[in-house]
C-alpha cells in the first residue's frame, strides 16, 4: 500500500471510530428530547402501518391514543445506528484494501445505517405492540420484550450485512468460500459485543448483577443467529458456483 493510501485509510478509520465514539457518548445522556430526529420519523411509520395514533410528550415519549404504549428513548435504536454505520464502513474499507475507498462512502453509509434504522425501531414496535399482553412459561413481558429487541436488531444488523455484501459480490471483491463466510459473520458479532457489551464494561457496567443477567441474552442470541446465518450462506454456496475474488 502507498504511503499516501495508507494516510487516507488511517485518517477514514480515525473519523469512523471517533464518529461512532460521539455518538455514544452523545446517547448515554441524551434524552428522548434529544432524540427527537430517530424517534419522530419512527413514531410516524407505526402510526402509518398500525393505524395507531401517537403524541409527542416532552421528557417521556411518544405515546399512543389509548395511553397504553410509550415509545420512549430505549426505543431509539441508536446502538443499531452506530453497528449498522461500523459494519458498512469499515467492511468497505476491509474488503477493498490496499485500494483507497472514496470519502463520500462515508456519508452514504451514514444515511444507509440511518435507513436501516428506522426500519428495525419500528419493525420491534410494532411486535412489541402486538405482543405487549404476551407472557409465555419461559419470560416475563419485560424479558419477553428483550428478546424480541435482541432477535430483530441482530436479524435487521445480518440482513444489512448480506445486503452490503452481494452488492460487493458484483464488482468481484468477496469470495464466498465457506470460510470467508464464517470470517466475515464473526467480523459482524465483534463488533455487536464491543458496542452493546465492550463500552458499557469499560465504564464500569460490570460492577452491577443486572448487566450480567441482560449479557447473557446479547451473547447467546446473536451468536445463535450469526451459525444459523453461516450454515445458510455456506449451504447456499456449496450449492451454487461463485467466481473467485478477492478475500474481504
Known amino acids: 500500500m502507498k504511503l499516501k493510501q495508507k494516510i487516507t485509510t488511517s485518517a477514514q478509520l480515525s473519523v469512523i471510530l471517533l464518529t461512532a465514539y460521539a455518538v455514544k457518548s452523545f446517547y448515554s445522556t441524551a434524552g428522548v428530547n434529544d432524540l427527537r430526529w430517530i424517534l419522530a420519523p419512527t413514531a410516524v411509520l407505526v402510526e402509518l402501518i398500525t393505524g395507531k395514533q401517537f403524541t409527542f410528550e416532552s421528557q417521556a415519549g411518544y405515546i399512543s391514543a389509548d395511553h397504553t404504549f410509550l415509545i420512549a428513548a430505549s426505543c431509539s435504536g441508536v446502538n443499531f ?14 474488503r477493498e484494501r490496499p485500494t483507497e475507498v472514496e470519502w463520500r462512502f462515508l456519508p452514504i453509509a451514514a444515511a444507509v445505517a440511518y435507513v436501516s434504522t428506522l426500519a428495525a425501531n419500528t419493525t420491534r414496535i410494532v411486535v412489541a405492540l402486538y405482543s405487549q399482553n404476551v407472557e409465555t412459561s419461559w419470560f416475563d413481558h419485560d424479558e419477553l420484550h428483550r428478546v424480541q429487541g435482541i432477535v430483530i436488531y441482530f436479524g435487521f444488523l445480518l440482513a444489512l450485512f448480506a445486503a452490503s455484501e452481494r452488492f460487493a459480490s458484483r464488482s468481484g471483491r468477496v469470495w464466498n468460500s465457506p470460510s470467508s463466510v464464517s470470517r466475515r459473520s464473526a467480523y459482524v458479532l465483534a463488533i ?47 450449492q451454487t458456483p461463485s467466481a473467485g475474488g478477492k478475500l474481504p
Do not use: D, M
Not at 86 to 94: D, N, S, T, Y
Not at 208 to 227: D, K, N, R, Y
Open 81 to 94: 445506528l452506530i453497528i449498522s454505520f461500523l459494519v458498512l464502513a469499515l467492511g468497505k474499507i476491509w
Open 192 to 238: 455487536y459485543y464491543a458496542v452493546t457489551l465492550g463500552i458499557p464494561i469499560l465504564r464500569g457496567s460490570y460492577r452491577e448483577s443486572a448487566f450480567w443477567q441482560h449479557s447473557i441474552v446479547v451473547v447467546a442470541i446473536p451468536i445463535g443467529l450469526t451459525l444459523l446465518f453461516a450454515i445458510c450462506r455456506a449451504t447456499r454456496n456449496t
